[in-house]
């Protein structure tokens, strides 16, 4: 059975942190690529950022970027993303998706997702 799972979002006041992450179980992990998006009621899903297989390359977008960094820990399936100088709008549901490439158009498989609200 194929799962990813995210956890660690919770409720922080800006400027504070979060370090999610996702585990992954039930396929080969080295050999696919990590995305995190996030969605906010009534809005678009967005990309966030995504970590090429064995963490060979990372790719942020422009409002995380120098705030979001992403880790992988391989022995455990998992990949991790520090979130600091967090921000109200960075209130979503943020969910992890394996995928081929780094970025990419296509992403096999999806987590439920894991919520965080940043407070003003």
């Known amino acids: 059975e194929v799962q990813l799972v995210e956890s660690g979002g919770g409720l922080v006041q800006a400027g504070g942190s979060l370090r999610l992450s996702c585990a992954a179980s039930g396929f080969t992990f080295d050999d696919y690529a990590i995305g995190w998006f996030r969605q906010a009621p009534g809005k678009e899903r967005e990309r966030v950022s995504c970590?090429?297989?064995?963490?060979?390359?990372?790719n942020y977008a422009d409002f995380v970027r120098g705030r979001f960094t992403l880790s992988t820990d391989n022995a455990k399936n998992t990949v991790y993303l520090q979130m600091n100088s967090l921000r109200p709008e960075d209130t979503a549901v943020y969910y992890c998706a394996a995928g081929p490439f780094c970025p990419s158009p296509l992403y096999n498989y999806w987590g439920r997702g894991t919520q965080v609200t940043v407070s003003s």
């Open positions: 970590i090429s297989r064995r963490g060979r390359s990372t």
